[in-house]
């Protein structure tokens, strides 16, 4: 089992046990992110550390979108997965194509992406945050 599997395989362990949450950044957004981390702000450091992972990745490593499965070098939205608890240090950041990230339906595309990712899902979740509503 790599690294990346057994932080995945950790991830869901805790997520089917405690439910999920997330944050929709689209790619506009992810500045104000960065610099709100700079302010101090824990919750913008976290997600600041998640989406420029996630956003490092994609440009290193072409991505599937999560919801159509098209290749996307470019990510429109960044999609965390979070355990609602918030554990420190664990999310999982989904890349969305510039089809599947169009605002309108968002929300229920990232859910159906995550009933996919992770069967038997009981609770889906409610974003936290929202891309481009701040
Ligand atoms: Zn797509």
């Known amino acids: 089992m790599s690294k990346e599997d057994e932080y995945f395989a950790a991830f869901c362990h805790l997520i089917y ?7 929709i950044v689209s790619r506009s957004e992810a500045q104000g992110i960065v610099i ?3 302010s101090g702000n824990k919750e913008a ?3 600041c550390r998640a ?10 490593r072409p991505a599937k979108c999560a919801c159509c499965q098209r290749m996307v070098s470019d990510p429109a939205v960044i999609v965390i ?5 918030r554990a420190p240090g664990m999310s999982v950041g989904l890349a969305l194509c510039e089809r599947c990230g ?5 929300v229920g595309r990232t859910q159906d992406c995550v009933k996919a990712l992770f069967p038997g899902m009981m609770a889906l ?9 701040a």
């Open 45 to 47: 450091a976290e997600l």
């Open 17 to 23: 046990k405690v439910g999920v949450t997330c944050d």
């Open 102 to 106: 169009d605002q309108k339906g968002l």
């Open 125 to 133: 979740p409610q974003p936290t945050h929202e891309g481009g509503r």
């Open 36 to 38: 709100a981390a700079g």
């Open 81 to 85: 997965l979070f355990p609602a608890n």
């Open 51 to 60: 989406v420029s992972f996630a956003v490092g990745r994609v440009e290193k």
